[in-house]
Structures are given as C-alpha cells and as structure tokens.
C-alpha cells in the first residue's frame, strides 16, 4: 500500500486520524507475522513524526483510527476510552432484519480465556428484502444498522451481532458462511461490513469536543446500492 493512499481525516499539533481501509493492521502482530505494512508505520511515514496508537480496529474493519504524537496525549485519550466518555458509532450490513433498537449486555470471553462484561447498542436504520432465495428461505433480507459499543472488547460488535443472529455480512469466523459465499460468488464481495464512521471525545487539551468521521469505503457504498440500502 502506497502511504499517500492512507487519507488523513483529522490533524492537529497532538494527534492525527486517519480513514483506516479494511485488511490494513494497526501495528505488526503475531495474528499476521507474514504482513510487512502497517497503519502505524503508514501514518508515521505521511507525517514525519514519531505516533502513538490511542486505540484498535480489527484487520477486517474500516474507518476512524486516532493516533497521538505523544504518550501524555494517549494517555489522556485512553482515559476517556476507559471512562467510557468516548462515543464511538459504527455502519454495519447484518443478515435478516435487525431489532430495530436494542441494547445487548453479553459478556465475552477473550483469546486469554478471560470473561469479560461487553454491552452494545443497536439502532436499525433500514431494512432491504432481495428475490434471492438461500437455504430454506425464499428471499434473502438485511440490515443497515448504528452501533454504538459501550466497552471495547475484542471483536465485541461481530460476536454481539451473531449473538443476536444477526452476523455481519464478510464475517468471517464470526458471521454466516452461506451469506458469505453468497456476497463472493454473487457480487465478488470479500470485505466485511463494518465501518467506524464517527468518533466523538473531547480533545485533551482544549477540552473542545472533537467529532471525527470517517467515510465510508467504495466497497460498503457499492453494496449499500446492490442491496438497496
């Protein structure tokens, strides 16, 4: 990946945001030793300083990704994460139609064996039905849906959907294999759906609130219009 494709949303003397694109890890991990380009080095790169990650997007997921030049300032913004003063809000295309608000309070258990409280909120936003028969059903229906989680665990949003049994179209191994064969074959459609479009906190040293949003990837759009979404 070229670095200049990498686009700065936000950036300021303390800290830098940028639209992260799906597949591109934040930093090295033992998850993906074969990888060699990272967010971090991407965005340290474009701006010639040293950064600091504030927080995490999985690999798979899009959107809104905040660095610090410096770890006083990360310090004081992963105090508002850990204070749950962030709101974080995210898009995501899910299978069937989704509750049209819900709030859904299920811990989760980590790689480390470790249980942990986890609570999301859900708001749909639209609803779409496609002549498509799949499995024992006739038609194939989705969801645009909000998400707002409360706590940040680990693939927290995609184990909370299919939880509710509503996984994120793309998901893998979290998700529907039929629906994902079907995005594949169908519409040659191999991301998955979940977009961070907007991070709302109060900037560190203003004290200003800050509202940072990322939009959404050519991908997401494309099969927003194919579903009619």
Known sequence: MNPLELEIIYQDDFM????????????RSFIAPE??????????????????PIHRLDRKTSGVLLFAFSS???????????????????????????PEEIEVDYALTNDSGKTQDAITFFKR????????PLGKHSTSRYSLIEVFPKTGRMHQI???????????????????SKQNKLFKERWE????????????????????????????????????EVLGL
């Open 16 to 27: 830098v945001a940028v639209n992260k694109p799906n597949g591109l890890l934040v930093h």
């Open 35 to 52: 990888e060699r380009v990272f967010a971090l080095q991407l965005v340290r790169d474009k701006t010639g300083k040293k950064v600091y």
């Open 72 to 98: 006083e300032i990360t310090k004081k913004i992963q105090e508002q994460f850990q204070n749950h003063t962030i709101t974080k809000k995210y898009l995501a295309i899910t299978r069937g139609y989704f």
């Open 125 to 132: 936003i639209k609803t779409t039905e496609l002549e498509i």
């Open 158 to 176: 995609r184990k909370h959907c299919n939880h509710l049994r509503h996984p994120i179209i793309g998901d893998r191994p979290h998700g529907c």
């Open 189 to 224: 459609m191999m991301t998955m759906l979940l977009h961070a479009v907007e991070l709302r906190f109060q900037h560190p040293m203003s004290g200003e609130e800050l509202v940072l949003h990322a939009n959404l990837n050519s991908e997401f759009i494309r099969m927003k």
